[in-house]
């Protein structure tokens, strides 16, 4: 720089001061470009991934930086029993990265945290993201208090796997539509001195009960996520319809540890029903024999009268908002929203892609086992979008758990999730009672 | 500059750094005990309430806090005796004129002290998994039937204790072993003249000679073990059906799970209570022990 102040000086000898000023000029000019091709080249745009979508996506990152050579994208697996602590701590540690996958469990906490940039904005104007072609309460689950947070990236739900040749063998040409239906096929596939029964229900898993709640017309929690809403008729019935299938012995009451190898036990037939996700469709394909797999299909869950509701689950992509990097992030997240491209996310993992375009081609279109799928999440039903809904779930489960166990009635047990519940959701109550001026003018 | 003066000069940088890194902290950590810090307060400060001793409270309702405290006593009750027994057997080979090898055989038990904890668990998670382990494999061939050694409810905290025994007593046997070299051995050679078996020598010279290195053992070890948390969370994650979820998991859980700063931070002062009563019941033990 000094170099270049001399030969301007040189050049016409103007007044020493203006001589300075333009070297100042071009001292910003260069640091400016220089900084303006900096941050791509040495920060990069950061990105978490949780689990097995890590491995998945960097395959699909080379097409996207081709396309887009100034943006650099460093993405960093976390393991998934890690990623929620690993989310908060970088909160309070203040070293988000700029865009996450984040849990749809998830997001209503790391809103409840502002760490979130809120979306609808980009949504308008994109070309590529349309909300109508997502399923409806997928798109929903990225709503929080009518903004829009998050992008639904992959969907994932709960359905019913069952045995074809078992069904057709006792009697059943197709698969259940309601609770009655369903309750004559367990009853009918269960055999306690043969050790089978009608369907795994990992005792220490909350999915399965939470999506026969889910299909109730009474929400879980009532007066604005204020408090448990599990004394509701809704829930009862759906909790006496998940008690009475171990009572009866349609389920055996063990835990997803004792169970062990579940696939291969459906295989010989111990279970002629298995409740699970779509990651389900990938295993049962590599570990069942090639002879059986004509043994065995998908089924939307039954619910009390035809047809029911499941979980609206998966995970989103979302934009932290302290994040420099916001259209970067965007792009990416406008790449990773393109059919084609969820159609390959689908085929490198079997992860289903949350919009309908997605579904029209490429391996998801024929593919029978997955057509279910596809049913199912017309109907899918979010969970209640509070901060607090794991550990509800959690106490939910261990409650029921010792109602399986025949230490409480159907009445006990929902009360005494309502009372979990309502503890829980104590301090929510006082901070939604005593609202405080916007946390935006904090930052 | 008096000597009293120069004498705290000398112990300023020592004490400053005491004073940041530990007693700040734990200051910090015991008012933060009598707040509800959680998520809420996380994203805005103003959302902090001050509940007194409602976190201490609350706890003591819990049934998880409980049985975590049961898990943890039974780890202390089993896993203590067991760990002192297997270090002053192992002190008594090493020390024994008979013992060939020593110095290696001193190295290879005292490895596993130094071996990280996390490394090892997964090789344990290994020997012990219910189908392709090798424990079962051994057992296999005398006819036992397999066990599910970490998805059994009843068999997860033996075998963590199993672990945390064969990871820690090598470095109780160093201590041990230097107390046994200590032991003058004309003692040994007047009760060796006078007839006393070994048993005799060992129940009557050995023992009482090494009661107070016995002692500092036994509180270093139960201290040390009511802290117990990396062998569970890696082995077993608290499971099965929490059956291993001792008290300072469960402060884990509280305070970096569900971010619940303020009952964690109670959980980890109720333990501290735990641990120092315990201590000084012990120590008070042994004094009446020693006066009799």
Redesign the interface.
């Known amino acids: 720089m000094k170099h270049a102040g001399r030969s301007h000086r040189s050049l016409r000898a103007p007044s020493m001061r203006r001589s300075l000023v333009l070297a100042g000029v071009l001292l910003c000019a260069a640091l400016s470009s220089a900084c303006g091709r900096t941050p791509a080249a040495e920060q990069p745009l950061t990105f978490w991934t949780f689990g097995r979508e890590g491995e998945a996506i960097v395959k699909l990152l080379p097409d996207f930086e081709r396309a887009h050579p100034d943006i650099h994208v460093k993405v960093q697996q976390l393991p998934l029993t890690a990623a929620h602590q690993k989310l908060l701590t970088a909160f309070a540690g203040g070293s988000t990265p700029d865009m996450t996958q984040l849990g749809n469990t998830w997001l209503p906490e790391m809103v409840a945290l502002h760490a979130l940039q809120p979306l609808q904005a980009r949504v308008d104007r994109s070309t590529v993201i349309e909300p109508d072609d997502y399923f409806a309460s997928i798109w929903a689950t990225n709503v929080i208090d009518g903004t829009l947070y998050g992008v639904p990236w992959y969907v994932d739900t709960r359905l019913l796997f069952y045995r074809k040749d078992l069904l057709k063998s006792a009697g059943f040409d197709a698969p259940p539509r309601d609770w009655a239906e369903w309750r004559r096929m367990l009853a009918a596939l269960s055999d306690l001195q043969r050790h089978t029964y009608g369907v795994l229900l990992p005792t220490n898993e909350y999915e399965q009960l939470m999506s026969l709640a889910l299909q109730q017309p009474d929400p879980l929690l009532r007066d604005g996520g204020r408090y448990g809403n599990f004394r509701s008729a809704g829930f009862k019935r759906a909790l006496a319809f998940y008690v009475d299938t171990f009572r009866l012995h349609e389920a055996p009451a063990i835990t997803n540890v004792e169970a062990g190898n579940p696939w291969l036990e459906f295989g010989r037939g111990v279970y002629a029903f298995y409740l699970s996700g779509p990651w389900n469709i990938g295993e049962f394909r590599s570990r069942l024999s090639a002879a059986q797999q004509d043994d065995w299909a998908t089924a939307p869950l039954p619910g009390p009268e035809g047809p029911g509701a499941a979980v609206a689950g998966g995970s989103s992509l979302v934009i932290f908002r302290n994040s420099p990097h916001q259209q970067a992030a965007w792009t990416l997240i406008e790449y990773l929203s393109q059919p084609a491209v969820q159609q390959r996310f689908y085929d490198l993992l079997g992860d289903m892609p949350p919009r309908r375009a997605s579904w029209t081609g490429g391996a998801l279109r024929d593919d029978p086992k997955a057509r279910a799928f596809r049913d199912q999440l017309e109907r899918v039903k979010p969970t209640p979008p509070v901060p607090e809904w794991e550990r509800i779930a959690n106490e939910m489960q261990l409650v029921a758990a010792q109602a399986i166990a025949g230490q409480l009635t159907i009445d006990q047990a929902a009360t005494e999730i309502d009372r979990r519940t309502d503890l829980i959701l104590e301090k929510r109550r006082w901070v939604l009672d005593h609202p405080q001026p916007s946390a935006e003018g904090r930052r | 500059m008096n000597r009293q003066h120069a004498a705290w000069l000398f112990l300023a940088p020592a004490l400053l750094v005491l004073g940041v890194f530990f007693l700040l902290p734990v200051i910090a950590a015991l008012a933060l005990s009598l707040t509800?810090y959680?998520?809420?307060t996380?994203?805005?400060i103003?959302?902090l309430?001050f509940v007194a001793l409602g976190n201490y409270w609350a706890l003591l309702q819990r049934p998880l806090f409980w049985s975590a405290l049961g898990h943890t006593v039974y780890f202390v009750a089993v896993g203590v005796p067991l760990s002192m027994a297997a270090s002053l057997g192992a002190a008594l080979l090493l020390n024994s004129p008979l013992a060939r090898a020593k110095p290696f055989f001193r190295t290879a038990l005292f490895a596993p002290v130094v071996t990280t904890v996390v490394a090892v668990a997964v090789i344990w998670r290994y020997l012990f998994n219910?189908k392709y382990g090798m424990a079962n494999f051994a057992l296999g061939h005398l006819g036992i039937h397999p066990i599910?050694w970490l998805?059994?409810p009843h068999w997860a905290m033996p075998t963590i204790i199993a672990f945390a025994v064969w990871k820690n007593f090598g470095y109780n046997m160093i201590i041990f072993l230097a107390g046994l070299q200590a032991i003058p051995p004309d003692l040994y050679e007047a009760a060796r003249i006078d007839g006393a078996s070994p048993w005799r020598q060992f129940r009557h010279i050995t023992l009482p000679m090494l009661a107070p290195t016995m002692l500092m053992v036994a509180i270093l070890t139960v201290s040390g073990y009511f802290q117990l948390f990396a062998e569970p969370y890696v082995m077993t994650?608290g499971?099965?059906?929490q059956s291993t979820t001792s008290v300072l998991y469960l402060m884990y859980e509280e305070g970096?799970?569900?971010?619940n700063l303020g009952s964690a931070s109670a959980v980890a002062f109720l333990l501290f209570i735990i641990m120092f009563a315990v201590t000084a019941l012990m120590l008070r033990f042994s004094r009446r022990g020693g006066e009799s």
């Open positions: 509800d959680d998520l809420y996380l994203a805005d103003r959302n309430r219910t599910d998805g059994d994650e499971g099965p059906l970096f799970k569900w971010w």
